[in-house]
Structure formats: C-alpha cells, structure tokens
C-alpha cells in the first residue's frame, strides 16, 4: 500500500481501498490507475472514497484486467557528468524485473558506458530500492596538478625596518642578508602532474596540469645535481634582482651609510663609497675600506680598517680591528687594533690602543695631541703634543689591557684544568665498576654523558691555551720593544710611560727618542 491507499483488481471491477490515515491526493490515484492502464475510472467514486476514507473497498472501475508491465528506469546525469543515477519503477502484473544486464543495456543506450557499479545496480534490484534515486556509475574525478614552488631557506623578511616594541628602528633595515659557503639558500619542490578524469558518458575530464618553475640562481650561487636546491657558492651577501638570487662577496655601499642604507652587520670586507654617519654601526668579518669620513659612529672589523679621509669622532665614535687600522686623520675618537695604528696627519683627543705601534708619520705634519695613546710597541710621529702644552699620555710596552687579558685567560685556565681533573677521577671510578661488571645502567648514562662534557671541556681549554700563549708572546715581544720616537718636536705636558716607569715632559724636545733602559727612561737621539 502506497501513501494510504491500494487499488485491486477482481472480476466484477476494479477497487480503491483508502486507509484513514491516506495523505494521496486524487491525482495520486489517478495516476497509479493509468500506471496499471485503467482508463474507464469514476472520477467522482475515487474523489469520495477519499473523502470518506473509510478502508473498505470502493469500486472506481468496470472489470478490467490489469495490463502487464515491465519494469522501468528514471534516469539523470551530474552536471559534473561524474555521477549517474537511476530511479526503479518496479514491474506489475507479471511484468518482467530487472537484471544487471538489461540495466547496463538501459544505461548504454542513454549514453552512460563507463564506471557502472554493478554492485549498487544488483542492491537496487534485490531490495529493490523503489522510490529513490541510487547511484549507479562513477566516472574519474580529475586529480589537478600543482605548480612547481621555491621555498627561500633565508628569511627574506630582515629587508625591512625592525620593529621595536611600538616603534620601527630606522637605523635596521635589514640590508645584509650572510650567508656562508655551501649554506642552502632555496629549495625547489618540483610540479606535480595531473592526471586527467573520465565522465560517465565516457568523456575525458582534463586535470590541471603543473607549471614548472626554475631556481632563482644568480651570480656566486651553485644549484645541486638533482636541480633541487640552491646553495651559496661562497660566504657573502644575498642579494635579489630581476628575480634572481645572487652572493656577493663584498658589500659595496656607493654612498654613505646613513638612513637610506642603515647599519651593517656582513660576514665579508665592506667597502663604503661614501661616509658613515653619526649613530650608525658597520661590522664586518673581514676588511672594511671607507672613502670619506667616520663620524660618530661604531665600526668593528675582523680583518683591518681603512679610512681614506679620517675619523671626525666628536667624542662618540668607537673603531675596533683585529687587524691594523689606517687613516687620514683621527680626532676625538676610540679605537682599538689587534695590529697597528697609522694616520697620515694626526690622532687629536683621542683614546687609543694599539697591539703593535701608532704611527702618525704619513706627512711633515703628522702629530699626536691630547688623549691617550697605548701601543704594544712603538709610538712614532713627527710631533708630540702641543705648544699649549695639551696633556697628552703615552704608555708602550706591557700594556694593562693585555696584562688583564692574559690573567683573565689564565684563570680560565686553571678552571677548566680543575673541571677535568675531577670529571677524570669520576670517569676512572665508573670505568673500575664496568670492569668489575657493576656498572648499572644509570651509571652507564652518566659515564656517556660525563665523558662527552670532557671533550666539550678540552676543547675550550685548548683554545683558552692557545690564546693564552699568544698573549705571552704579544707581551714578551713588548717587553724586549716599546720606544716613542718623535721626529719633530716633543712638548712639554706628554707623559710618556714604558714598562710602568713614568717620564714627564716639561721642556720642548727635537729630535727624540724615549726608550727603557737599566728601570728607567733614557732619551736618546731619534734616528
């Protein structure tokens, strides 16, 4: 019985049966009559039966036979043509049933001649699945490609001001972008293929197809044998253009490092074209060549410094080299050199220290005044102070700052001597236990984790060591040296100081040379 009602056929004619509970409509019945081919029906019989709904039979036609039918398909197609399904109208009347094949037929007919599921369409017909629409073929859902992608193993984000707190620092702009040999600077991920679908109807579905893309190399940069990945060629500075990644070895400012550049921070030589302005640092891992001025400003190398005009310091500039340091001139500054110190002209009020000599002998005017000078071995210039009588310091030979060094080192030393001493001594009592076949596994752990602090701690004692014995050396050498020659004149208000012993300038001097002799100094003739 379907939506409360049921038609039956017997001799003296056909009937409706409609159940209280009937929601059909005489449209309904109507058209399941016509289904089973009764035409002749008593529209007002059927339209009272509903009415009354009284569940007896009502007849609504003459005798009629009810013609057989076969079953019957309804049939659509996805707008994706991925999908088809199919609606059973059940058989009636003896009526042949379905079977897969004439299914398959059906659909064949009607087009759909890929991915049948024979597996549903035998559901369907078992059950059978009436009045509801069951999927009865797939086709292939298209597997779209995806395009080739470039990761950047560098963060491309320091080529913008640094935020600090609420407030963006002007003076770091991210310019320098290091990167050291064979460091990986990008990685390609190759295009994936698509693999085209099919519809049901048999029809190819296209899949989006990758689009390739190659590495951005540039010069100094060595792309990998399986082309995946981009390295650095050798230590330098990643710059982009056009696109392209590309290493230079030296970072080259055409113009002054100010606002426009900001502060620098490269593992190589810098050379800048121009000036490096008040408040602005420039380090480097290497050499750094300035063409005009240092004024205020903070420059550190690990190689030397070259200074083609001159430090203009206003008491705030702070140089420091590991190498030797050149300039035109030096005034009101601080500098420091691992090596030597030279300018051509003059070092004016200025703080400075110098593991080797401080020379201002580059012209007939090359003076030092006012400030401190220190110098591991010689000061030479072509005059000395100031007719003013500007006070104006000179140590050579053992300097203080080494002497510190040196006992800071040898206190590390010692340190690291006592630290491996003990670790030693618990590393020979958990070996003594292993042999004895007492060692548990805690212990083993521990005598794994102590043995790895050992090597970690010889490591830093030998380095120690070493640097220590170059600092011995830097003083022995000091002490067998250390003179201050000047050419030209030495005025009074110069302190010169060797060796801890003080000399106290109070008359002009030509043609001098102070150097250390039986604990005390002697003035000799500068030659």
């Known amino acids: 019985m379907s939506q409360g009602f049921d038609i039956n056929f017997a001799e003296d004619g056909v009937f409706l049966v409609v159940t209280p509970d009937c929601s059909a409509s005489t449209v309904n019945v109507i058209s399941a009559l016509k289904e089973k081919g009764v035409t002749d029906y008593d529209g007002g019989a059927i339209k ?17 036979k009810e013609e057989a039918k076969d079953a019957d398909f309804r049939m659509k197609i996805s707008e994706d043509g991925l999908t088809c399904e199919m609606w ?46 069951v999927v009865t073929a797939r086709g292939d859902t298209p597997q779209n490609g995806r395009d080739a992608r470039i990761d950047y193993k560098i963060d491309l984000n320091v080529l913008k001001p640094r935020a600090v707190g609420d407030k963006v620092d002007m003076k770091e702009l991210g310019t320098v972008i290091n990167v050291i040999q064979g460091q990986e600077i990008a990685e390609k991920f190759p295009l994936v293929q698509g693999k085209d679908g099919m519809s049901v109807t048999g029809k190819k579905i296209s899949a989006y197809t990758g689009k390739d893309k190659n590495l951005p190399s540039g010069k100094g940069t060595v792309i990998s044998e399986d082309k995946l990945h981009l390295c650095a060629e050798y230590d330098g500075n990643v710059i982009i253009k056009g696109g392209s990644l590309s290493v230079n070895l030296t970072f080259d400012v055409k113009g002054d490092v100010d606002y426009s550049v900001g502060n620098i921070d490269f593992i190589g030589p810098v050379m800048v074209h121009g000036s490096v302005r008040e408040g602005f640092e420039v380090s480097s891992g290497s050499d750094i060549i300035i063409d005009g001025v240092v004024e205020g400003a903070a420059v550190k190398s690990e190689g030397s410094i070259t200074i083609k005009i001159g430090v203009r310091g206003t008491g705030k500039a702070n140089l420091i080299a590991k190498g030797d340091v050149n300039a035109g001139y030096i005034d009101q500054a601080r500098v420091r050199s691992s090596g030597n110190i030279a300018v051509a002209e003059a070092i004016l009020h200025s703080d400075i220290g110098a593991r080797g000599e401080v020379s201002a002998m580059g012209s007939k005017k090359g003076q030092i005044v006012g400030g401190t000078i220190k110098a591991g071995s010689d000061v030479l210039c072509e005059v000395l102070g100031s007719e003013m009588g500007t006070k104006t310091d000179v140590i050579v030979g053992e300097l203080p700052e080494l002497a510190e060094e040196r006992k800071r080192n040898q206190e590390n030393v010692k340190q690291f001597e006592e630290q491996l001493g003990k670790i030693d001594a618990n590393i020979s009592f958990l070996k003594n236990l292993q042999q004895l076949g007492q060692l548990t596994e805690d212990k083993q752990e521990t005598l794994a984790r102590i ?27 000091n002490k067998l040296e250390g003179r201050v020659c000047v050419k030209n004149a030495c005025h009074p208000g110069v302190s010169v100081m060797i060796r801890g012993v003080r000399y106290i300038v109070r008359e002009t001097l030509r043609f001098v040379k102070f150097i250390y002799e039986d604990g005390e100094i002697k003035l000799r003739s500068f030659d």
């Open 48 to 64: 009272s039966a509903l009415e009354n709904k009284l569940g007896a039979p009502v007849r609504v036609a003459s005798h009629h």
């Open 88 to 133: 059973l109208i059940p058989p009636s009347s003896g009526g042949a049933k379905p079977t897969l094949q004439s299914i398959k037929g059906f659909m064949n007919s009607r087009g759909v001649v890929y991915g049948h599921d024979e597996k549903a369409i035998e559901e369907m017909i078992s059950v059978p699945l009436e009045k509801q629409w």
């Open 451 to 477: 043995t790895k602090a050992k090597f970690q701690i010889k490591a830093q004692h030998d380095a120690t060591k070493r640097h220590l014995d170059e600092l011995e050396r830097d003083l022995d050498k």
